[in-house]
Structures are given as structure tokens and as C-alpha cells.
């Protein structure tokens, strides 16, 4: 155990870790914000009975962060404005991504694959995990078999523009880093 403890101190004592975790959260927000825009377009190309299918199995009919938000609001008896609901599910959304994102920064040049090819895995595995796995044991979404086909297609292709634009954010990271390290002698 103190191992364990004195690695995790000397991870976060070095500045590169600390700037890579700082970056990942960045790439991050990049990722969520790019799953949103591919995630709303194709939501509002897709069938209307399909969407009226995956609001009916959803949790209050609400996404996965909104109904975390109103778990909470429930289980302290504090009601959210809708406005403030809206914005904390925000937040709480943003976070969903970010946090997983930071790990993928730090472990990235440990996973097989490299560049776009590694992003895509990364974010098709976040949605098997978060979407088809942890979003029902958690109770913020249904069953997977109970949603439409296409919500299961969109998820997926949005999860995986999200891999991908968190990895080429990074890999800017990486490259303003390089052209600021100084040269070896």
C-alpha cells in the first residue's frame, strides 16, 4: 500500500503528468462539445418514433446527466429552477466526459493503436461502458434493449467523434509542447 501511495504521489508531483492531466480535461471539454454537435444532428435526423421511443424508456424521459441531477434532487429534497437544472445537468454532462478523458491522457501512449485508429477504440469504448453499461446499473438510462436501434447507432458514431476529437486535441497539445521544449544539447 504505501507503494501504491508514493506512486500516485510521484504521478502527481511531476509537471508533465500534471500538464497532461490539465490538457486531457481540456480535450476533453473539445470531445463533448464535438459528441453534442454529431449527437443533436443526427437526434433531430432521426425517426420521430424512434426518438419518441428512446424519450419514453429514459429515465423521467430525461438524458443520462439530467436524470443524475434529478436523482439528487430527490434524494436531498431540494428542487432546481428548471433553469439551473438545465445548467448543473450541463456541468454534470461536461464532467461525464472530462473526467474519463484525463485517464485516457495519462494512460494514451500505453494503449495499442495510435492517433485517429486509438481515439475511435477509446471513444467506442467509452460508450459501451457509459451508455450500454454504467448509464442502467446507475439507473440513469434504461436497458440497452429497450432503445431503438438508432439510439444505439447514434451513441456510438457520437462516442467515437468524441475519441477523436479528444485525441487530436491532445495530439496540439503534444505538438505546442514539442516546438516549446528546448532544445537538447
Known amino acids: 500500500m504505501a507503494n501504491r501511495n508514493s506512486d500516485v504521489r510521484a504521478a502527481s508531483d511531476n509537471p508533465n503528468n500534471v500538464l497532461t492531466a490539465i490538457a486531457g480535461a481540456a480535450a476533453g471539454a473539445v470531445g463533448v462539445w464535438a459528441l453534442d454537435r454529431v449527437d443533436w444532428f443526427l437526434w433531430n435526423h432521426e425517426d420521430e418514433g424512434a426518438?419518441?421511443?428512446?424519450?419514453?424508456?429514459?429515465?423521467?424521459?430525461?438524458?443520462?446527466?439530467?436524470?443524475?441531477?434529478?436523482?439528487?434532487?430527490?434524494?436531498?429534497?431540494?428542487?432546481?429552477?428548471?433553469?439551473?437544472?438545465?445548467?448543473?445537468?450541463?456541468?454534470?454532462?461536461?464532467s461525464?466526459?472530462?473526467?474519463?478523458?484525463?485517464?485516457?491522457?495519462?494512460?494514451?501512449?500505453?494503449?495499442?493503436?495510435?492517433?485517429?485508429?486509438?481515439g475511435a477504440l477509446y471513444g467506442a469504448g467509452l460508450f459501451l461502458m457509459q451508455?450500454?453499461?454504467?448509464?442502467?446499473?446507475?439507473?440513469?438510462?434504461?436497458?440497452?434493449?429497450?432503445?431503438?436501434?438508432?439510439?444505439?447507432?447514434?451513441?456510438?458514431?457520437?462516442?467515437?467523434?468524441?475519441?477523436?476529437?479528444?485525441?487530436l486535441a491532445?495530439?496540439?497539445f503534444d505538438n505546442a509542447v514539442r516546438k516549446r521544449a528546448p532544445a537538447s544539447a
Do not use: F, M
Not at 429552477?81 to 445537468?89: A, L, Q, R
Not at 461525464?96 to 486509438?118: N, T
Not at 434504461?142 to 456510438?156: D, E, I, T, V
Open 51 to 94: 426518438r419518441a421511443q428512446t424519450t419514453a424508456v429514459r429515465p423521467g424521459g430525461e438524458p443520462p446527466a439530467q436524470a443524475l441531477v434529478t436523482k439528487v434532487e430527490k434524494a436531498t429534497g431540494k428542487a432546481l429552477s428548471p433553469n439551473t437544472h438545465e445548467t448543473v445537468s450541463q456541468a454534470v454532462h461536461y
Open 96 to 118: 461525464i466526459g472530462i473526467a474519463p478523458a484525463i485517464g485516457y491522457a495519462l494512460l494514451r501512449d500505453k494503449l495499442p493503436g495510435s492517433g485517429v485508429a486509438r
Open 131 to 167: 451508455d450500454e453499461v454504467l448509464n442502467t446499473v446507475a439507473g440513469l438510462g434504461a436497458k440497452p434493449q429497450r432503445y431503438p436501434w438508432q439510439a444505439h447507432a447514434r451513441g456510438l458514431v457520437a462516442h467515437i467523434v468524441y475519441g477523436v476529437a479528444t485525441e
Open 170 to 172: 491532445l495530439n496540439l
